[in-house]
């Protein structure tokens, strides 16, 4: 495993950039920062177990277009100097309205060229062809085109590309979260077990054993259509009308490495950070009551 770092010298951090994909959204966990867990951190804390002293930073946040990430990422991952990156950006782009994706594709392989440029061991991820409902079909064509190009540039780059497109796990719905476009809990573990294995780190997440998906009555299936459509769909295209994004008020998860413990993982962590501040209080009572 440890070969994947000798052109960084052997750096052991990790950067994630990205969006919601790599913030993630979908994977619900009120004690981590942001309220989510996802993939990224996953990743981060098996790394942490095979080889203890792994550092960790994510600076993807949700909604993100791609020359956000461009702009406020990029910089501050050069400047870590990670010997691990992994990048997804580009698919808030493909959902938006008049996107010229030549031109986007141009400013992705002016980023991925920084990043490989750094010397670290760089993880490229496609999109998903997410089948959700015929109101989504128009953008299917963008998504066909980013996939092709991003495989090009893993190639071109030397980078490992993780083929999510490819993942047949994610035809079965349990694998997503309400909104059908973010993966649930189920599907950001196993995207993790993918990335791992591309990187040769061991683990132990295993694919969820479930039973047969019910086939769902005309009634159910339209009733589910409704609220999603209710629930998802009009308030993603009224935000999109108005020009703000669910991560407007949002910070970097982990904006800068965090040592990743070997045990208990970033959870262990956040209760140290809290038992440290709960602290404070009592021990600046205590130094002003002796002086």
């Given at each position: 495993m440890g070969g994947f770092l000798s052109s960084s010298e052997g750096r052991r951090l990790y950067v994630a950039l990205g969006d919601s994909f790599t913030e993630g959204v979908g994977d619900k966990n009120k004690h981590l920062p942001n309220g989510v867990r996802g993939w990224a951190d996953r990743?981060?804390?098996?790394?942490?177990?095979?080889?203890?002293?792994?550092?960790?930073?994510?600076?993807?946040?949700?909604?993100?277009?791609?020359?956000?990430?461009?702009?406020?990422?990029?910089?501050?991952?050069?400047?870590?100097?990670?010997?691990?990156?992994?990048?997804?950006?580009?698919?808030?782009?493909?959902?938006?309205?008049?996107?010229d994706m030549e031109q986007l594709m141009a400013e992705y392989e002016e980023l991925v060229a920084r990043l490989a440029g750094t010397g670290a061991t760089l993880v490229l991820?496609?999109?998903?062809?997410?089948?959700?409902?015929?109101?989504?079909?128009?953008?299917?064509?963008?998504n066909d085109l980013y996939n092709q190009r991003v495989r090009e540039l893993a190639a071109k780059y030397a980078a490992v590309l993780v083929d999510y497109w490819c993942m047949d796990a994610y035809h079965d719905r349990r694998m997503w979260a309400a909104d059908r476009l973010h993966m649930s809990k189920a599907g950001h573990k196993y995207l993790a077990a993918r990335v791992l294995d591309q990187l040769g780190v061991p683990h132990k997440i295993s694919?969820?054993?479930?039973?047969?998906?019910?086939?769902?009555?005309?009634?159910?299936?339209?009733?589910?259509?409704?609220?999603w459509i209710h629930d998802w769909v009009f308030p993603l295209f009224r935000r999109k009308l108005r020009g703000v994004t669910l991560g407007d008020s949002l910070s970097?998860?982990?904006?800068?490495?965090?040592?990743?413990?070997?045990k208990g993982g970033l959870r262990k962590l956040v209760e140290q950070r809290k038992l440290v501040e709960e602290r404070k209080p009592a021990e600046q009572t205590e130094a002003q009551e002796t002086a």
């Open positions: 990743v981060a804390e098996k790394l942490a177990k095979a080889e203890p002293g792994w550092e960790y930073a994510n600076l993807a946040v949700r909604s993100k277009r791609l020359r956000q990430i461009i702009d406020e990422q990029l910089e501050h991952a050069l400047a870590l100097k990670p010997g691990l990156i992994t990048l997804y950006a580009g698919g808030n782009d493909i959902l938006d309205f008049g996107t991820f496609t999109g998903y062809d997410v089948k959700v409902s015929a109101v989504l079909e128009p953008f299917r064509k963008r694919p969820k054993d479930w039973d047969p998906p019910r086939r769902l009555k005309l009634r159910e299936w339209e009733r589910q259509q409704r609220r970097p998860r982990w904006p800068e490495p965090v040592k990743v413990p070997r």
